[in-house]
T-cell receptor, first 112, second 112 residues
Framework: GQSLEQPSEVTAVEGAIVQINCTYQ??????LSWYQQHDGGAPTFLSY????GLEETGRFSSFLSRSDSYGYLLLQELQMKDSASYFC?????????????FGTGTQLKVEL | DVKVTQSSRYLVKRTGEKVFLECVQD?????MFWYRQDPGLGLRLIYF???????EKGDIPEGYSVSREKKERFSLILESASTNQTSMYLC???????????FGAGTRLSVL
C-alpha cells in the first residue's frame, strides 16, 4: 500500500523560513505534490516533483529525494496569509493503476 | 480557469436517508475523485473514476457508491446515511490520473 507521514503542526514567525517534511512509502513512484488549504477553503495545488532536486516557485520551493522517499516544502519570507494546512500527495502504482494518497496534513501557524 | 462545482455547501440529513452529492467540472477532465476530510485524518479517497461509467474504489469505499453517467458529472451516493458519515466531502478532477487536482469548495454533511 501507500502511506505518507508529515508533522501535524508547525509554528513560525512572520518573515521566517519554515520547512514541512513528508516521507512516503509506495511502489512505482511517479511524483510528489503539495497542496495548500485555508480554513473553510478547498485545497489548491502548489507544486509537483517527479525528479530529485529543488523546484522553486516564488516564495515556495519543493524538494524531492527519491532514494530517501522524502520531500519537503520550503516557505520563505512567511506571511500571515500562509497560515493554512499543507498536504503532500504521492502518486504511485498499486494494483491496476495509478493511486493517489494524501498525507494527513500539516497545520502551519504563522505568528507575529 | 478550471471550475469544479459541488451542488451543496451545507447539507443536513437524517440517519437512514439516501443522500446524493453532485459534482460537475467544466474542463473536460477524464479523472474525477471523491474524498472525505475529517480532523486529524486528512483527505481520504472514497472513489475515483477514470472515464465515463468507470469507477474504482479508493481507501474507504464502504457505505458509499458513485455514478459517472456523463464525463463532467460525478455523483457520490450514501445509500443509507449514518452518523459516522458526518464529514466534509470534497470532489476533485484532473486531466491526468496523477496530475494536478482541482477541488470543489466542499460539502459539509451532517447526519443526525
Amino acid at each position: 500500500g501507500q502511506s505518507l507521514e508529515q508533522p501535524s503542526e508547525v509554528t513560525a514567525v512572520e518573515g521566517a523560513i519554515v520547512q514541512i517534511n513528508c516521507t512516503y512509502q509506495t511502489s512505482g513512484f511517479y511524483g510528489l505534490s503539495w497542496y495548500q488549504q485555508h480554513d473553510g477553503g478547498a485545497p489548491t495545488f502548489l507544486s509537483y516533483n517527479a525528479l530529485d532536486g529543488l523546484e522553486e516557485t516564488g516564495r515556495f520551493s519543493s524538494f524531492l529525494s527519491r532514494s530517501d522517499s522524502y520531500g519537503y516544502l520550503l516557505l520563505q519570507e512567511l506571511q500571515m496569509k500562509d497560515s493554512a494546512s499543507y498536504f503532500c500527495d504521492v502518486e504511485g502504482l498499486t494494483g491496476g493503476g495509478n493511486k493517489l494518497t494524501f498525507g494527513t496534513g500539516t497545520q502551519l501557524k504563522v505568528e507575529l | 480557469d478550471v471550475k469544479v462545482t459541488q451542488s451543496s455547501r451545507y447539507l443536513v440529513k437524517r440517519t437512514g436517508e439516501k443522500v446524493f452529492l453532485e459534482c460537475v467540472q467544466d474542463m473536460d477532465h477524464e479523472n474525477m475523485f471523491w474524498y472525505r476530510q475529517d480532523p486529524g485524518l486528512g483527505l481520504r479517497l472514497i472513489y475515483f473514476s477514470y472515464d465515463v461509467k468507470m469507477k474504482e474504489k479508493g481507501d474507504i469505499p464502504e457505505g458509499y457508491s458513485v455514478s459517472r453517467e456523463k464525463k463532467e458529472r460525478f455523483s457520490l451516493i450514501l445509500e443509507s446515511a449514518s452518523t459516522n458519515q458526518t464529514s466534509m466531502y470534497l470532489c476533485a478532477s484532473s486531466y491526468n490520473p496523477g496530475g494536478i487536482q482541482y477541488f470543489g469548495a466542499g460539502t459539509r454533511l451532517s447526519v443526525l
